[in-house]
């Protein structure tokens, strides 16, 4: 029997009206639920985020300081050996030790944790070990606001008086020995290919012709230098206008005639390319203070085979042809370096290369020979700091240059040193 309304209607199909009603209403309120919840999560990933990035910045910034001290107390320990040596005088002068205390030190988050290792007493007690840390982002047991969030952070430091010049703007008869640097340098055949190529803008440039560019980009003058070949005057004015290759890329534009501010600048210069840059951008800087000289202390068989070309008399010699001959010059010199601890003269370099049959000037193998000409010294006073600080999934890198030259870093070279450039990533 079915049972209708006065006004004859279905109950029926109003049952089933109201019956959709709920479920599109139900249907709207989880939809707007969860698009709520979608909210708040990409909400608290954003702030995670934002929170890591920071953390991340702060360790890379704290690489970079905490490495900026361990050099502070190499500086310290440097001026004390030449005070030292100043008193020795002589022939021990030159073969007094110094030890390299910025390649023995990690700097690290491993090594702050060893240095100040956390509280163990209880905070609610006062006796005992303290809490365990909890995961990140949750609360500990009797605590009243979330863990610290853990960073780590690294850093390496390079030495930038090690490497070759590429401001060629030396002093005096140091210029001759920076331009023969850069030329011990490229020497290699197997970087023939670099020289002749045509770039973007149609330029080619040769060995001699791209160290020339280096020299007009510096220079306070408007013509174009050419190499001359001789060490006591290694360039000199051309006949043509040092700004003509700049003119002729679609952005034109002049020398700066002033000191490269960094490596990023060297691309301005026309010639250097990216493939120039990838094959001796490590080996390249533009930071140590006019007049500053290359320190000695190889680190690879190819840095010890370019000081090697720089100091030998002639510069082209049978013993470099030898393919033997890079392991062997370096083994030597690790050996008197006891691996790297200890620093050498340029003195002592030349005597192996003395002792490996190779001819060297006698400026250099004199150790009472105060001849200005000289391009190496046994002391580094700028370093480049790569800091590395990493949060969660979040990784943030900071890029320093410090020097402790005191003309250059004036009264702060007693402290940290001078900060001559600074990139974060």
């Keep these: 029997m079915i049972s209708t309304r006065p006004d004859g209607g279905d109950g029926r199909r109003e049952r089933g009206a109201a019956l959709l009603v709920v479920m599109v209403a139900v249907a709207l309120v989880t939809a707007l639920a969860m698009d709520l919840a979608y909210q708040a999560r990409v909400g608290l990933q954003i702030a995670a985020n934002g929170r890591d990035e920071l953390v991340a910045l702060a360790q890379a910034r704290g690489a970079v300081n905490l490495s900026r001290l361990v050099l502070h107390f190499q500086a310290q320990l440097d001026a004390q050996s030449s005070a030292a040596a100043g008193l ?62 853990a960073g780590r952070f690294s850093a390496t430091i390079d030495d930038e008086d090690r ?90 534009y002049k020398a700066k005639n002033a000191r490269f501010d960094s490596l990023d600048e060297l691309f301005m210069v026309a010639g250097f390319s990216d493939l120039h840059m990838a094959a001796f951008g490590e080996r390249l800087t533009v930071y140590p203070m006019r007049g500053g000289k290359m320190n000695v202390n190889a680190e690879t068989p190819a840095e010890a085979l370019v000081f090697a070309r720089i100091m030998a008399d002639p510069p082209l010699q049978p013993v470099f042809s030898d393919p033997t001959f890079p392991d062997r010059l370096f083994e030597a010199v690790k050996l008197i370096r006891m691996g790297g601890l200890l620093a050498m003269t340029p003195q002592q370099f030349a005597a192996v290369l003395e002792s490996l049959g190779v001819g060297v000037y006698s400026y250099y193998a004199d150790p009472n020979n105060r001849d200005s000409r000289g391009v190496f010294t046994d002391r580094s006073f700028v370093f480049r700091i790569r800091g590395q600080g990493v949060a969660g999934a979040v990784v943030k890198n900071v890029e320093a240059v410090v020097t402790f030259e005191p003309s250059q870093a004036r009264e702060e070279a007693k402290g940290l040193g001078r900060l001559i450039h600074w990139r974060e990533e």
């Design 88 to 149: 020795a005088g002589g022939a021990m002068a030159g073969a007094m030790p110094r030890i390299q205390v910025w390649k023995l030190v990690p700097v690290d988050s491993m090594l702050v944790s060893n240095l100040f290792p956390r509280g163990t007493r209880d905070e609610n007690t006062g006796t005992g070990a303290g809490p365990s840390r909890a995961p990140d982002g949750e609360v500990p047991a009797g605590h009243g606001k979330p863990a610290v969030v």
């Design 163 to 252: 490497k070759v010049n590429a401001q060629l703007d030396g002093l005096g008869d140091l210029l001759g020995g920076q331009l023969a640097s850069f030329m011990a340098l490229v020497a290699d055949r197997r970087w023939d290919p670099l020289f002749e190529r045509e770039d973007a803008n149609g330029v080619k440039q040769s060995r001699g012709e791209l160290a020339a560019g280096f020299t007009d980009w510096v220079d306070d003058d408007q013509q174009q230098s050419v190499v001359t070949g001789l060490a006591d005057r290694p360039f000199e004015n051309g006949f043509g206008d040092e700004n003509y290759l700049f003119d002729r890329g679609p952005d034109r």
